[in-house]
Every structure is written in structure tokens, then in C-alpha cells.
T-cell receptor
Framework: NAGVMQNPRHLVRRRGQEARLRCSPMKGHSHVYWYRQLPEEGLKFMVY????????ESGMPKERFSAEFPKEGPSILRIQQVVRGDSAAYFC????????????FGPGTRLLVL | SQQGEEDPQALSIQEGENATMNCSYKTSINNLQWYRQNSGRGLVHLIL?????REKHSGRLRVTLDTSKKSSSLLITASRAADTASYFC?????????????FGTGTRLKVLA
């Protein structure tokens, strides 16, 4: 049973480009969470999604950031017109619908904006 | 404001010594978890302690939770060079149907061989 998968593991973008980060939850998990870790800091909650629904996006920046979790396929975190301050590690976690306490984390995508 | 604050921010010890890290938080929680993160890598779950528990053990790890003081500690006994990593506490609580973990800023542990 594969764990949470994220790709790419490393992503380099120039300012103004778009970044797309993908997360495939563990098999059977219907809940996905995205967290961001700025350099030398802890992880901060961004958004919580279920299939085809955004449940809580209270941690998402109001502009340029969006997330989706379609019926089929991975969850996508999209950052438009990236700026240097978006450079961070982005972690995805998943949980089964019956146990939100147990969140399994992926290896993260490290985004570097030049 | 930051929910979890780890103390100390950095810790350097000799191999074989014990390492103690503390975490303080501000609001009510359902549980608290400790994670390890090696440099540039993902998170490794170490231990979960629920709000009605006071102490848990796992191998060389011992976690305590004092809900009256809103604090937790992680003790690593007989440390090894391989324990060198950042350690984070994460407090879990449910708000309006969303279960969120709020992470502290971490303690950077260096174990010298």
C-alpha cells in the first residue's frame, strides 16, 4: 500500500510563472490537507479538501493560490504568478473519512522561485 | 499567533546523552503529535498522545502531556548521531468539522558522535 505521493519533489520556477503541485493520497483516503513550510519554520495549514469539495481554506492566501481535489486524479495545489516568497516546502497529507486525526504526510514538494 | 512553540530552538548534545524538547501551546487540543524531519526531507511521525493521556513511550522516546500547563515534552534517551534532525510538535483540534494540526517552529537537535 503506497503512501501519500507528491510530485514533483523539486520544482523551480521564475517569478510570474505558474506552479502546479500534485498529491495522490493513500489508497482509500478521501481527505487531503495541504501545508506549507517556510524555511526554518514549522508547517502551516493551508487547505482541507474532500473529493470535489473544498472544506476549509482558511490558511490559503487570498490571491494566486487555489486547490482542487477532483473525483478522479490527484489533488492539485496551484500557485499563479509565483513570487520569491512562495519558495517553500509544500506538504500534502491524507486521511480516511472516518479518522481525520490520523494524517499521513507525503514527502513534500520543494518549490524554489528564482 | 503560533500555537506550538518548541523550546529550545536548537540543542547540541553528545552521543549517549538524553535530549529533552518542550512544546507549549495556547488553546484546547484533542491530541498532540511529535514529528521528526531530517534536513530537506519529509515528516516522520513519532508518537501521538491524546488529551486524556499523561505519558507515552515508544522505544527510546518518552512523551509527556500536561494539559493544565498546556505543554508537552519529548525525551530521547541514549541519543545517537542518527537522531540528528528537527523535531516538531503538532497540536490537533477540531474546529467546525475540520481537524487541523498546528505545528510549532521546531527544535533542531544535533547529536555529536
Amino acid at each position: 500500500n503506497a503512501g501519500v505521493m507528491q510530485n514533483p519533489r523539486h520544482l523551480v520556477r521564475r517569478r510570474g510563472q505558474e506552479a502546479r503541485l500534485r498529491c495522490s493520497p493513500m489508497k482509500g483516503h478521501s481527505h487531503v490537507y495541504w501545508y506549507r513550510q517556510l524555511p526554518e519554520e514549522g508547517l502551516k495549514f493551508m487547505v482541507y479538501l474532500q473529493k470535489e469539495n473544498i472544506i476549509d481554506e482558511s490558511g490559503m492566501p487570498k490571491e494566486r493560490f487555489s486547490a482542487e481535489f477532483p473525483k478522479e486524479g490527484p489533488s492539485i495545489l496551484r500557485i499563479q504568478q509565483v513570487v520569491r516568497g512562495d519558495s517553500a516546502a509544500y506538504f500534502c497529507a491524507s486521511s480516511p473519512y472516518w479518522d481525520q486525526e490520523t494524517q499521513y504526510f507525503g514527502p513534500g514538494t520543494r518549490l524554489l522561485v528564482l | 499567533s503560533q500555537q506550538g512553540e518548541e523550546d529550545p530552538q536548537a540543542l547540541s548534545i553528545q552521543e549517549g546523552e538524553n535530549a529533552t524538547m518542550n512544546c507549549s501551546y495556547k488553546t484546547s487540543i484533542n491530541n498532540l503529535q511529535w514529528y521528526r524531519q531530517n534536513s530537506g526531507r519529509g515528516l516522520v511521525h513519532l508518537i501521538l498522545i491524546r488529551s486524556n493521556e499523561r505519558e507515552k513511550h515508544s522505544g527510546r522516546l518518552r512523551v509527556t502531556l500536561d494539559t493544565s500547563k498546556k505543554s508537552s515534552s519529548l525525551l530521547i534517551t541514549a541519543s545517537r548521531a542518527a537522531d540528528t534532525a528537527s523535531y516538531f510538535c503538532a497540536t490537533g483540534s477540531s474546529t467546525s468539522g475540520t481537524y487541523k494540526y498546528i505545528f510549532g517552529t521546531g527544535t533542531r537537535l544535533k547529536v555529536l558522535a
